[in-house]
């Protein structure tokens, strides 16, 4: 069973911005350059039925235009038990409408509702939660300092594979649908 989700890539002179910010915490596994991505809906472990069927959802989707993708932060997951370093992304009209077109496809596709709020965001660091506590995170945010407000234009979304894993990658781009 593959293991699948869709997401927006980040470029090359974004994700080397935020790779700037992927240092000086202790317990953190940074995220891989090339693996940085904003989730729009993560499947799991499907069977080849619903892969199969959500592709076709996706390459029947109607066309839209690309559009701009606001970065504004770095936060963290997980309140007093932090899970995860994030780079925050602006919820705009267009993300949040291409996200919710994805979650139907996915009911459509026979893929179980997503429980959880969508948040966009990008990963940059899994946590190990004995190695880097609250005071930690506290720290390294605080010591990072004020984050330039990155932007991007989405060109196309990729259904990715994952292995299995405690996460982090690698992903490899199974398909990618343009925008436009």
């Known amino acids: 069973m593959p293991r699948l989700f869709?997401?927006?890539?980040?470029p090359a002179p974004i994700a080397d911005a935020l790779a700037r910010h992927q240092c000086g915490l202790?317990?953190?596994r940074w995220i891989e350059r090339g693996d940085l991505h904003i989730t729009l809906r993560f499947l799991g472990d499907v069977d080849e039925d619903v892969?199969?069927?959500?592709?076709?959802?996706?390459?029947?989707?109607?066309?839209?235009?690309?559009?701009?993708?606001?970065l504004g932060g770095l936060d963290a997951f997980g309140g007093d038990r932090p899970r995860a370093i994030i780079a925050s992304v602006h919820p705009g009209a267009d993300l949040l409408d291409l996200q919710e077109e994805h979650e139907r496809l996915a009911r459509t596709a026979g893929a179980e509702p997503e429980r959880r709020k969508f948040t966009p965001h990008v990963t940059l660091a899994r946590l190990n939660r004995r190695e880097a506590g609250a005071p930690d995170v506290a720290d390294y945010l605080a010591e990072m300092g004020l984050f330039?407000?990155?932007r991007f234009t989405a060109t196309r979304v990729a259904l990715f594979s994952a292995r299995e894993s405690r996460g982090g990658g690698p992903y490899v781009a199974e398909a990618a649908y343009p925008m436009g």
Do not use: D, K, Y
């Open 148 to 150: 330039p407000t990155l």
């Open 6 to 10: 869709t997401a927006l890539e980040i």
């Open 51 to 70: 892969a199969g069927a959500f592709h076709a959802g996706l390459v029947e989707a109607r066309r839209r235009a690309p559009f701009e993708v606001t």
């Open 26 to 28: 202790r317990g953190a």
